[in-house]
Nanobody, 124 residues
């Protein structure tokens, strides 16, 4: 089992930045691929970014490419999502997820563990 706790969400003006963190506990974090997803009200949960166990393979959704950066610190059992140039359409609950496999994926159904989410609100 892996327990995930997100933090760092909040209210920010358009053009601003936020850094989300996801702290993992339980089984060995360094063997898990990690992902960030987001869900806006009335919409499906969408892939944002994914990172393999080593950090060597990273994926981004087209909508955040060039603005968001995912990273991980296996010594701290933490994965991060640095968000720059935020837009109102980035407003959503952001979820951290972990896979039992070390290979990253954009498919939310391939993730085995989920955090409770953290709200990001971008005002115009």
């Amino acid at each position: 089992q892996v327990q995930l706790v997100e933090s760092g969400g909040g209210l920010v003006q358009a053009g601003g930045s936020l850094r989300l963190s996801c702290a993992a506990s339980g089984r060995t974090f360094s063997s898990n691929a990690m992902g960030w997803f987001r869900q806006a009200p009335g919409k499906e949960r969408d892939f944002v970014a994914g990172i393999s166990w080593s950090g060597g393979t990273i994926y981004y959704a087209d909508s955040v490419q060039g603005r968001f950066t995912v990273s991980r610190d296996n010594a701290k059992n933490t994965v991060y999502l640095q968000m720059h140039s935020l837009k109102p359409e980035d407003t959503a609950v952001y979820y951290c997820a972990a896979k039992d496999s070390g290979h990253s994926s954009t498919n939310l159904y391939e993730y085995d563990y989920w955090g409770q989410g953290t709200q990001v609100t971008v005002s115009s």
